[in-house]
C-alpha cells in the first residue's frame, strides 16, 4: 500500500509524488533516487523511507531494502503502511499478525470500490464457500446468532442472512462497517478489531461464526480460535476460510502480503481450543492474477 498525506516541505512532497510515478511505472532507478532525495530534505518522513525500501526491493537490493523499511517502521511505529509485512517477506519471519494500522487503513481505502472489485475482478467466492460447507457439516441447521468476524462490507452476511435469526457483524475499518450497515442485513455492527470484541461478547452467546477471508492479515490463529470457542455454545459451529502453506510447517507471510496457514497448524490450533473438525476442504476462494490461489474451508465445531 502507497502511503500518503505531508513531509511538511513542499519540496520534498514534489519530489516524493515524482518518485511515486517513477515507482508506477517500475523505473525503480529512478524511484530511488527521487525517494533519496525527499529523505535529504525530510529524513523523518517514514513514507519516503517505505518508498524507498520497495524500489530497492524491486532492484533485487533486498538488505538495503530491509534496511529502509526497518527506518520506516521506526519512524512510525503504528505502521500503517505494512512495513512490516515488507520486512517478513524479505526476511521469511514472520509476525503475529498484519499491523492493525495498515488493515484498517487498507480497507478505509477500499471500501468503495470493495464488493465489485472483488467480485468481479478477483472471482472471490469465500462466503458461498463456507455456506456450502455449513451446509455439508451440519445440514438444514439453521441458527439463533451468527458473528461475522470481519465482515467488511458485508459479503457473508448477504449469503448467510437466511440461515441466522441474529447476524451480528465486526469489521476494524469503520468505511467497511459503512458500506455493511447501507445493505440494512445485520442487527448489530462493530467497528472493532475481532478479537477485543470477542473478548466483551458472552460467553456462549452465539452458535455460529463465520471469518471469510480474514485470516490472511493474521498469522497466529491460537488466541482467535480460543476467543470463539469461549463465546461459542456448546455444538455451535466455526467456518472460515484461510491461504494454504503448501511447503513448511506453521504460518507465513508469502509473496502477495498474506498469510497462509499449513493445515497441521489449523488442526493444532483448532484441538488447542476443544474445537473439532467438521469439515476441512480445500477451497480456492479468489484469483490472483487470473490463477486460483490455494486455501482452505474449515468448519470446526465446540
Ligand atoms: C478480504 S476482506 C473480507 C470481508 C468479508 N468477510 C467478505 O467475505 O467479503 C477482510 C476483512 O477483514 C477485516 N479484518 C482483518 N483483520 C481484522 C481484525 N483483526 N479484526 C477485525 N477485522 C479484520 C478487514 O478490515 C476486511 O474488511
Known amino acids: 500500500m502507497t502511503p500518503t498525506g505531508s513531509s511538511g516541505d513542499l519540496a520534498a512532497d514534489r519530489r516524493y509524488h515524482w518518485a511515486l510515478g517513477a515507482a508506477q511505472s517500475r523505473d525503480f532507478e529512478a524511484a530511488r533516487d527521487l525517494f533519496g532525495q525527499v529523505l535529504d530534505l525530510a529524513p523523518h518522513w517514514a513514507p519516503a523511507w517505505f518508498g524507498l525500501g520497495e524500489s530497492l526491493e524491486g532492484l533485487g537490493r ?10 520506516a517502521l521506526a519512524r512510525d511505529p503504528g505502521d ?3 512495513a512490516a509485512l515488507r520486512l517478513a517477506r524479505l526476511s521469511g519471519e514472520s509476525p503475529a499478525s498484519a499491523p492493525r494500522a495498515y488493515v484498517k487503513t487498507l480497507f478505509d481505502q477500499y471500501a468503495e470500490k470493495f464488493d465489485r472489485h472483488l467480485t468481479e475482478v478477483l472471482a472471490y467466492r469465500g462466503p458461498q464457500i463456507l455456506l456450502d460447507s455449513v451446509e455439508q457439516a451440519a445440514p438444514g441447521r439453521a441458527f439463533a446468532h451468527m458473528l ?6 458485508g459479503l457473508a452476511g448477504e449469503a448467510f442472512r437466511a440461515k441466522t435469526a441474529c447476524l451480528t457483524g465486526v469489521d476494524l475499518a469503520p468505511s467497511m462497517i459503512a458500506k ?3 445493505k440494512s442485513l445485520y442487527d448489530r455492527l462493530v467497528a472493532a478489531d475481532l478479537l477485543d470484541f470477542l473478548g466483551e461478547e458472552p460467553a456462549a452467546s452465539a452458535d455460529l461464526a463465520v471469518a471469510a477471508d480474514v ?3 493474521t498469522g ?3 488466541p482467535i480460535f480460543a476467543a470463539v470457542a469461549r463465546v461459542l ?5 466455526f467456518a ?3 491461504q494454504s502453506l503448501v511447503e513448511g510447517a506453521g504460518f507465513r507471510v508469502g509473496d502477495d502480503l498474506r498469510f497462509a496457514h499449513s493445515e497441521t497448524y489449523v488442526r493444532d490450533c483448532a484441538a488447542k481450543a476443544g474445537l473439532g473438525v467438521r469439515t476441512f476442504s480445500a477451497a480456492a476462494t479468489r484469483k490472483d492474477r487470473g490463477a486460483d490461489v490455494p486455501g482452505w474451508a474449515v468448519v470446526l465445531a465446540k
Open 62 to 71: 533486498r538488505a538495503e531494502a530491509a534496511a529502509a523499511f526497518r527506518e
Open 80 to 82: 500503517c503502511a505494512g
Open 148 to 153: 461475522d468476524l470481519g465482515c467488511g462490507a
Open 180 to 182: 455493511a450497515r447501507a
Open 215 to 217: 485470516f490472511v492479515y
Open 220 to 222: 497466529d490463529l491460537d
Open 233 to 237: 455454545i456448546p455444538g455451535g459451529l
Open 240 to 242: 472460515f476460510t484461510a
